[in-house]
């Protein structure tokens, strides 16, 4: 299994563009999870979805941010507009049911200049 | 509202000696508890877990204790080696899926 894949692994955008991060769970993981990784917050849960429903989505910090899992094996995470504070790493994550570790994707650092 | 506490940005170590992180919470409600891995330019990789009905768990040279009412718990590494450099989060769970982590601690072993 290639783990879970997240594209691109590095984007640089101009404020106010719009950002699509993309993210290809582990086949089988009916769980798929945005978290953000700044150096103020930490790692911090966005949204997460259990069979391709969002079940909580209080961690989604504006408006601007929207999430969606059109099915079992890809999620899109959307910034639009996006801004300099929105500079992040940003990874996803799947698993399956129970309070097991969850994998991990690489990544994408997004730059908002 | 940080749930999960790691009050040590940093921790360096020794090659052979022991390595002791901490993390604090604060939601009593947490029943699951995990330690993640992170290299740079990589994702968090699972490590070790605990139940809050254990107070230690054990795998290999990486032990987790639990003291639930200090809301405490550590990893320790015995013997620390090189290659465990990277940063540790601690994370919690409640009984739904809404991971938890604490803002991690970078573990520096000397050779």
Not at chain 1, 25 to 51: A, C, K, V
Request: glycine share 8%.
């Amino acid at each position: 299994d290639a783990g879970v894949i997240q594209s691109p692994r590095h984007e640089v955008t101009e404020m106010g563009q719009e950002v699509t991060l993309r993210c290809k769970p582990i086949s089988g993981h009916d769980y798929l999870f945005w978290y953000r990784q700044t150096m103020m917050r930490g790692l911090e849960l966005l949204i997460y979805f259990n069979n391709n429903v969002p079940i909580d989505d209080s961690g989604m910090p504006e408006d601007r941010f929207s999430a969606k899992m059109p099915n079992a094996s890809f999620s899109t995470l959307k910034i639009q507009p996006s801004e300099p504070r929105d500079s992040a790493v940003y990874f996803c994550a799947s698993g399956s049911a129970g309070p097991y570790g969850y994998t991990f994707g690489s990544g994408t650092r997004l730059t908002v200049v | 509202d940080q749930q999960v506490k790691q009050n040590s940005p940093s921790l360096s170590v020794q090659e052979g000696r022991i390595s002791i992180l901490n993390c604090d919470y604060t939601n009593s409600m947490f029943d699951y508890f995990l330690w993640y891995k992170k290299y740079p330019a990589e994702g968090p990789t699972f490590l070790i877990s605990i139940s809050s009905i254990k107070d230690k768990n054990e795998d290999g040279r990486f032990t987790v204790f639990l003291n639930k009412s200090a809301k405490h718990l550590s990893l320790h590494i015995v013997p620390s080696q090189p290659g465990d450099s990277a940063v540790y989060f601690c994370a919690a769970l409640t009984s739904g899926h809404d991971m938890r982590f604490g803002a991690g601690t970078r573990l520096t072993v000397k050779p």
